[in-house]
């Protein structure tokens, strides 16, 4: 399969996982550690370097939010606000398992192949995804060699050299098997749509 058909069936896959709530939502976060254990570790990693912005979120909506307290007391938060806070936070951990399960799955010049596919139609309009390229090299760069929170230290070192580097993408044509899937995936996001305005 190619990788940029790859690409998109993560992206709709990460819209899909939005739609997730209840117990449905919570049945999908019990079932992470059936990833493996690379996967596991990458997505612990990212957890751990998004667990204030969790907190904060959790905090923001559980006791933000208007509705009948919980328990009675002070500090009690809303159930709703709470029922909204469990499913926000759910969502997000499921995106950075899907961030993590990419990243492991997908070899770094497969990504950048199909990002380079799904970014050729701006040119048209004047923009370079060869720079969007760099940039998204840089981004991931920097969250796989980012130092702990206690190491902090080390983001103040000044590199005593710069290297060039240089990366080739290889691209190849698309099979029937990436047509097939297009079509399905075009098809279920239409389905998707329909489902949702209807209900």
């Known amino acids: 399969m190619h990788p940029t058909t790859r690409l998109v069936v993560w992206l709709f896959m990460l819209v899909a996982l939005q739609s997730l709530d209840g117990t449905l939502l919570a049945t999908v976060v019990l079932m992470l550690p059936l990833v493996g254990g690379p996967t596991l570790r990458r997505w612990g990693r990212l957890v751990s370097g998004a667990r204030w912005f969790f907190l904060s979120l959790f905090v923001i909506l559980a006791w933000g939010g208007a509705g009948e307290p919980v328990w009675s007391g ?26 993590a399960v990419l990243r492991e799955r997908m070899a770094l010049p497969d990504l950048l192949t199909a990002t380079r596919r799904l ?27 980012m130092p702990r929170p206690r190491d902090w230290r080390l983001l103040l070192d000044v590199p005593t050299s710069s290297t060039n580097e240089v990366f080739e993408i290889a691209d190849c ?24 305005r209807q209900a």
């Open 173 to 196: 044509q698309f099979s029937w098997v990436d047509y097939v899937v297009a079509v399905f995936v075009v098809v279920a996001g239409c389905v998707a749509l329909f489902c949702l």
């Open 119 to 145: 970014l050729g139609p701006l040119r048209r309009l004047g923009l370079d995804p060869d720079h969007a390229l760099v940039r998204l090299l840089l981004v991931l760069r920097h969250l796989e060699t």
């Open 74 to 99: 002070p500090l009690a938060p809303a159930g709703e606000g709470l029922v909204d806070a469990l499913t926000h936070v759910g969502r997000l951990l499921l995106v950075l398992m899907a961030v």
